[in-house]
């Protein structure tokens, strides 16, 4: 295992316990040597201010920028056209050139040096508006950013800059909703295309930052996508396949080379899959989201390649994924939690029935609280049970308020409700004291 793979904040904390069990006598003082050179304890202070330099330089940088740009419209119509075509040029190729010497060549600042590639890469894109500006140029405002997000992640690849690629990420995204505002018109290769340019820099420098950006810019397209021509009937189907998709991806993920980005792709699938189910479980929605007549007339290629394309590699993907967790009891409850609530949502979308589909939805929503439940019970992990507790209480609450019920009743199901999420609290911190007792 590399120590790139592993968190910081569990080297964080391994670094605070390591003289605690040294002085126990649970290890030796060469252990604990060993243990702090195999995960390079020693580097984590210099790790922190490098991000802090990394971070106050950027701000710095990017705030030079504002200045450097206002100052120059200030005077922007006093200034001849070549001049102002100078000016930009010179601005964005001189912070590119200093940072990549700072960085690359003389390695004197590498922090500083990066944060001025950014800087370029920023004015790169202003450089492109005030082009249009200088040479009349007309077109939609979202035109801009499409070439400003090649550019990026040109540069991103070329000098392995994650913030760089992430602002190519953000951009295009920007540059995608812009083209779908305008009469419901969607790229709908735009999904297929995020996944071709990011995802590769995500598993070449194993940047999970990057690889979380790269699975929201595709999410979101595919949502998008699906809700072409202002249409919402498929947006459910968007939310429970990609969480299928995300699911499996992560879980394979977890247990692989990349196992930092499991985390959040699973967190992403489960959160997917829960606003579906969550969502059709109310039957007004339930009754939008049924699609069971004449699928091939209403679903054109534009809201149907992506979604199809999600479906058949989360298809795809849940074998290997079933393979790769069947030794881990908390990713098998997980991964068939998402995959039930996945069939009942499926099954109940191809009814003729809001209601049917609406239970069907509350019965998916629950299964997913008590795999939180159950992962948290194998885990011993606080957050994952408050969430599976939270969902129950949110289904409950939910159904309360939709039906036309007494209010006598309502105070009925809070009161019960309270006092259960109460007693379940306290069952699982005396189940925690057990285990922890046992432990010792």
Known sequence: MKTASVPAAFRKHLKRQLPLLEHDGLITPDQAQAIASRYRLSGLASESTRTLVMVIYTIGAFLIGIGVISFVAAHWTAIPRMLKVSLIFAAMLGAHGAGFYLWKVSRKSPSLGH?????????????????????????????????????????????????????????SVIWFLGGAGYGGQVCWYYPFAAAALFLPYCHWRKSQFAFTAALLAIGIAVLVCSAGRNRGDLIGSAFVVLGLLYTCWGLIACSGRFTSFGPPAVFLGFLSTT????????????EEWLYAADIPGRIGFTEGAPLLAALVTGIVLMVPAALRVRSRPGAVQILGAVVAAFGLFVIG???????????????????????????????????????GVVLVALMVVSRTLEYETGLLIKALVFTVGGIAVIASGVMFERFLRTRRIAHE
């Open 349 to 387: 979308s191809f009814t003729a029935s809001q209601l049917i589909f609406a239970v069907l939805a509350n019965i998916a929503l629950f299964v997913l609280a008590a795999a939180l439940v159950g992962t948290a019970r194998d885990l011993e992990d606080r957050r994952l049970f408050w969430s």
């Open 275 to 286: 606003i579906a189910v969550y969502l059709a479980g109310f039957q007004g929605i339930a």
């Open 115 to 171: 944060a001025l590639i950014l800087l370029g890469t920023l004015i790169y894109g202003a450089n492109i508006g005030l082009m249009a500006q200088i040479f009349h140029i007309e077109g939609r405002w979202n035109g801009l950013f499409l070439p400003w997000a090649f550019g990026a992640l040109i540069m991103g690849y070329a000098v392995c800059s994650t913030p760089g690629v992430v602002i190519a990420i953000v951009t």
